[in-house]
Every structure is written in structure tokens, then in C-alpha cells.
């Protein structure tokens, strides 16, 4: 008798939770579709979940993978249905109403699950994408030049924001914006979603430095929503760090999960001061923001600046030393060649700072001669700020100590995790029209430009240039 084998793994689970959270339902709601059709939207985009939950797949991938998985003893759903038309179909149904599926299915998950959105943790990414886009669909994200994550300003971007209950770093609200727009400029819009999904409590934001201009604070004050972010390293006050004596800052109870499995003597320690920090308006009449500072000490951030320090000087004699050995010669032969070198090495290696140079000319040959040596003053001057970092909060004193911002804060990595999970290299396929292109819907459930086109990760197209994150 032939048996006929089928792979389970984790379906039976994803499809409980999909139920728990009745994502079917809540896309059938929002878009209905008729009685005659062999599955709703709602029942195919649980198909789609669980593929990119187990074995991500193209869209022309989706009904092999289905036939290879037990979909159809999960989810009823047989796999000749999960053609790449009809997936395409059920994308471009749900698009106009991502808000109000995300917003119902978030709402869900937090009931469902007990979630604690008093916290929230905030941060924006940029996607870059190969390809010209030289159309976009109304109401969706454009593709344009911005300041990529990954540096590559040779490729435009679609820039996309999560947040995730400090609760597990369960994701509970993403929104997509155009390659160009400023990160800070989407901290209002972000947090009165955020605030709607808390409730009537008071909740809790934390982002990273883009949280900290003068119109966000404000916004914030006045929608009574917390705040706990890093003031960016241009705004620290010169000297400020550097007249700071780490033994007298107090310890904080704290253990790094990177150190968790470490001895007590070899694990990272944590010390902090505070004190209150002015925030000014642009105007001479807007009232000022007096916020609390939290200057931290992490003993692991100032090991790590002394081994990098000590890596680039290293690494910048050894390049300075060559060019000792060639001023004059054919490599370097006259002073603005010397001089050139000179500047693309502190430059390069970022020691403008300590780096003091000296060109002379033989007073025989009149060939240049090549004198640096690095500023001890200034080196011992920066060693003085290794391992301190601000925190700005507006909580009150009394319902967060200084330690207590900063055990808050050290959750924001969660972001950076969920962001793993859905950025990664993909493609395009062509279709019968023509057209290639990535979409540039940029949430994973929107469709593409073109409904027979299909994106798929690396796994799934091993020949996809990788896109570095």
C-alpha cells in the first residue's frame, strides 16, 4: 500500500495561534469575498503566515510547499488553491486595509494573551532595494534616497518602523514610510498609534535618540505619554563625561543577557548619575523641557572603546609609518601628495583628533619629509568619556529611580531582534506582462506591484545579490 508522507513541524501550532487571534476572521470582515470561492482571503493569508513562519517560500513556491507540508490536514485548504494567482489576489485585497487589520489583530493578541502594553519599545529601519521603481502604487510607500541603516547610498530605500511590548518583545504595531522621510518627524504619528492600542493607561515609550527633538518631547508632554531615550552623542555637552568618576555613580542591579552565563567577576557592571537637562524650544517663547539625565557607566561599552581605539591606532602607524618610508619617493613623490596620503589615513581611520603631522622638505633634495606622532593629551582626553552614555526621561522620581530608567531602556534590543525576522535579501520574478520588481509595498502582507509577481527570501533564491544589513 503507498504511503504518502507529509511534513508537520510547527503547523498545528501556528494555525491554534492564527485561530486564538482569529486573523481569518478579521480579514474576512474587512474584506468579504463571495460564497463560491474555495477559500476566503482571511483562509489564505493564514496559509501565507505559516509558510514565512516555516519554510518561506516565492509565491509560485507556495502551493510545492504546501503539497510537501500538511496544509491541508492543518488548514483544510488543498494545495491546488495556493496558485500565485490567487495568492496575489488575497494581497491586494487586504492592502487597503492593513491598519485596520493590524489595529484589530494587535487589539486581539493583547487580550488574547494578557500582554503588557504599559511599555513599548520604538525604532525605525531602512530596506534597500535593487531596482528602479519608477512607479508606485497610490497609497503605498515610495522607494527614494534616504541615510540606509546599511550604508548603501548607491540603492534606494523604503524605510519601515516596529513597536514591541517590553512583555516578551511581542510586536504589536509596524507602519511603512517613504525612502525619504525623516525618522524624527514620524514620532508623533507613531506614539498616538501606540497610544490608542494602550488605552486609557498611561504607557511608556522608549526609542532611540530620534525621540529627542523639541517638537516630540512636546508632543509627548502633552499626550501625557512617557519617554526614555539616548541623547545622541553630538548633543552631549563638551566635557561632560569626562569630569564624571565612575566609582562615584551608583551601581545598578543589572546583569547583560549576553553576560548571563558568565562568572560574577567577568560579567559587564553598570553605574549612574543624574541630573536634569534643558531642553530648549526654537523659539525665544516656547517653554523649556527640564528633563531628567541618566548618565551611564558600562564598564563592557569602555572595554570595547579601549580595544577599538587600540585597533585603529594600530592599524593607522602602521599605514602613517609607510608613508614615512615613501614621502619622496615615486609613490609620494612631491609635499600635496604626502599631505593627500596624510589626510586619507586620519580620515579613514577616524584620528583626526590625536593625530599631529609634520612635513619638512630636504634641504638637498628638496623631497618631502614625512614627521606624526599621535597626541597623548588628546587620547587620555577621550579615554576619560569611555563608557558613558545619557539617558533623557520625563518619568517622574518616584515612579522610576535612575537605575530603574536605565533596566527600562536596556530592553530596546528587543526591536533590533524583531526586525530579523523580516528583513533579509529577496527578488522578483517576472511576469507575463514583463515587469520585475521587488514590491514596494513594504509591509509583508501587501501585495505586489504586479499580481503574478513573487518575493522570496535567500533561502528560497540563493541567486538574489544580498542586501547587507
Known sequence: MPVLEKRLGSLPVIAEFSRRLDIAGVIDRACPIRDLADATHGQVIEVLIANRLTNPTAMVGIAGWAQAWAVQEVYGMPAAVLGDDRLARALDAIAPHLDQIIGSVGAAAITAFGIDVARLHWDMTSVSLHGAYDTVDDGFPAPGWGHPKDRRTDLKQIQAGIAVASDGGVPIFHQAYDGGAG????????????????????FLLVGDSKLLSYGNITAMADAGVGFIAPLAAARVPAGLFAG?????????????LRDAAKPADRRGGYRVIEDVMDIPGPRKRDPIHHLRRVLVHSTANAAAAVKARTLKLG????????????????????????????????????????????????????????????????????????????LLSNLPPDE????????????????????????GPSRSLPCSCGTTGASPHSSPSSASPCSSSASSNARSAPTSPPTPK
Open 400 to 423: 522610576s529611580d535612575a537605575a530603574e530608567i536605565l533596566r527600562r531602556y536596556k530592553n530596546q534590543p528587543a526591536v533590533e531582534q524583531r526586525y530579523a525576522t523580516i528583513k
Open 244 to 256: 564624571l568618576d565612575p566609582a562615584a555613580a551608583v551601581p545598578v542591579d543589572y546583569t547583560a
Open 315 to 390: 592599524r593607522a602607524a602602521t599605514e602613517l609609518d609607510t608613508l614615512t618610508r615613501t614621502a619622496g619617493t615615486r609613490y609620494h613623490p612631491d609635499t600635496a601628495a604626502v599631505t593627500a596620503k596624510a589626510e586619507q589615513i586620519s580620515r579613514h581611520r577616524r584620528i583626526s583628533s590625536y593625530l599631529r603631522t609634520r612635513i619638512t622638505e630636504h634641504p638637498d633634495t628638496g623631497k618631502p619629509i614625512f614627521a606624526w606622532h599621535y597626541d597623548q593629551a588628546a587620547i587620555d582626553a577621550e579615554a576619560a568619556t569611555d563608557g558613558w552614555y545619557a
Open 183 to 202: 525618522e524624527i518627524s514620524q514620532v508623533v504619528e507613531a506614539m498616538q498609534r501606540l497610544q490608542a492600542l494602550a488605552g486609557p493607561r498611561r
